[in-house]
């Protein structure tokens, strides 16, 4: 149907090498992309870095705790990074860190997404899932024990959050060989 755009958005996001963006419970489960819930949305931060579609200096990689600024992934002239990536050592993974508003397509966004920083976990090059982990409203965290790292949604003013991110080192858990 003519009004099915989300699903041709979808389809035509396997054109262009995207896999599913999925949730941790849910193949389909990410109704922030197009890849997940087939709603004309942009795409994930994970979806856009590994397709190409980020400006120069926009994303930045993040390898020590620190309060870092984070502009809205929809702005055209940011000046701050829209993509924060921070390498996951236990699976060879990447958290993209992005904050979603109501600008362009994510004028589309479900409520729950918008003010909120998307953590999304992919692998970094296509073709490759991605996983939206969470999407932190201002005052709220997130964490990976397993890696050591705790992201926090500190506050929001305008198109820039500002988080406080630790990056420690990853629990050590005793387990028999196999």
């Keep these: 149907a003519c009004s099915a755009t989300g699903v041709f958005s979808h389809e035509l996001g396997h054109n262009l090498a995207l896999h599913h963006a999925a949730s941790p419970t849910y193949e389909y489960g990410d109704g922030s992309d197009p890849m997940g819930g087939a709603r004309v949305v942009q795409h994930n931060a994970a979806n856009r870095v590994m397709a190409g579609w980020m ?30 990536r921070i390498y996951k050592p236990d699976t060879k993974e990447w958290y993209h860190l992005s904050l979603r508003q109501a600008l362009g397509l994510d004028a589309n966004l479900a409520a729950s997404y918008l003010n909120a920083v998307s953590i999304t976990k992919a692998s970094g090059t296509l073709p490759a899932k991605t996983t939206l982990m969470a999407a932190l409203p201002v005052g709220q965290s997130w964490s990976d024990t397993t890696n050591g790292i705790v992201i926090r949604h500190l506050g929001l003013a305008g198109n820039t959050s500002t988080l406080d991110v630790s990056v420690g080192t990853a629990a050590c858990t005793r387990a028999a060989p196999t």
């Excluded at 994303?59 to 701050?80: F, N, Q, R």
């Design 55 to 84: 400006a120069p200096g926009s994303v930045a990689d993040i390898s020590a705790g620190g309060t870092y600024a984070l502009d809205a992934l929809e702005l055209s002239a940011p000046t701050s990074p829209q993509v924060m």
